[in-house]
């Protein structure tokens, strides 16, 4: 995961507003950045890096020579991107997958290019020639994304609450800060001042329907029909090319194991896959839980059943770890009533 930060509009001075885009240094340990818009003093865009796809040119916020009016931050995977620059023939300058969007976007605009992607992400596209900015997020909310906005335009958008919540701005009224809708993308104009105004709020993608990008999928034809095997074997193809697609990354990848059915099949498709792609290192499994629990139990005995695979031996305290630093890890501050906490006993 990546950390995004963005403010338009910053009624005060944007370096005293840089402060609250720390608040989500975990999500990116690798590398960190801030950066103002040209011809926008008051707009500002952070990024917390964690390295997944194109380790050496993937820093954010995103610019490339071919749209250099066009500023770009994102959290997420996105699937099918090779393919897409092969259908539509796009040079691409870095092997970024999120570059792909700006291709998408500058050909086909906000709505065909949301909806063409596989993969989870949410995203902050700033296109300073037509003075827009766009927000969007995956079809299933996988990728977190909030935003704040006020009456007189100041937006600021994070992947998280707690990078917004001590933000100042003109008004007298807290701003209240959202999470982004699943599915959607969201068009504001923005303001020779820097200040945004909404203008379409639209659903790319409804999780009940064929998504865009099916056409394009590589994915053998399924078989029609609804005996007990044709079933089974689109079940398995669909499952297969699902964790298929998620083998992209440039880094090690391992396995959450719980021990029981789901995890334990993706773990043996994954040993499956990981021979035919040639990935060159020991696939790992992961677990949590205490040392006798019957899911570590279970779940060392899949690792172990599973070639080329080894769970991860190593003790932490965690619970000393996780009281520490919940803080950091909590996604929102949506916090129980104060009559439900009277109830609580510590």
Known sequence: MCGIWAVFGSDECVS????????????????????????FTNCCFGFHRLAIVDQLYGMQPLRIKKFPF???????????????RDQFQFETQTEMDGEILLHLYDRFGIQKMASLLDGVFAFILLDTANRKVFLGRDTYGVRPLFKSVTDDGFLAVCSEAKGLTDLSHALDTPAKIVPFLPGHFEVFELKQNGKVQSVQMEQFHCCTKEP?????????????????????????????????????????????????????????????????????????????????????????????SLAN????????????????????????????????LCHLKF
């Not at 840089?18 to 975990?26: E, F, I, L, W």
């Not at 066009?70 to 897409?84: A, M």
């Not at 003790?315 to 630093?325: D, V």
Request: charged share 25%; proline share 4%.
């Open 309 to 340: 695979v080894s769970p991860s031996e190593k003790q932490t305290k965690l619970t000393y770890k996780l009281n520490r630093n919940v803080s950091l890890h909590i996604f929102s501050f949506i916090l129980p009533d104060r009559c439900h």
């Open 70 to 84: 066009l500023w770009f931050c994102y959290n997420g995977e996105i699937y099918n991107h090779r393919l897409l």
């Open 212 to 304: 865009a990008h099916a056409i394009y999928d590589t994915v053998e034809r399924l078989s029609t029909g609804f005996d007990m095997e044709t079933v089974k074997t689109n079940i398995r193809t669909l499952f297969e090319n699902a964790v298929r697609k998620r083998l992209m990354a440039q880094r090690r990848i391992g396995c959450l194991l719980s021990g029981g059915l789901d995890s334990s099949l993706v773990a043996a498709t994954l040993v499956k896959l990981a021979k035919v792609e040639k990935l060159p290192y020991p696939l790992q499994t992961f677990s949590i839980g205490s040392e006798d629990s019957p899911d570590i139990i279970a779940s060392r005995k899949v690792s172990f």
């Open 16 to 39: 005293s507003q840089c402060a609250s885009a720390m608040k989500v240094a975990h999500r990116g340990p690798d590398a960190f950045r801030i950066e103002n818009v040209n011809g």
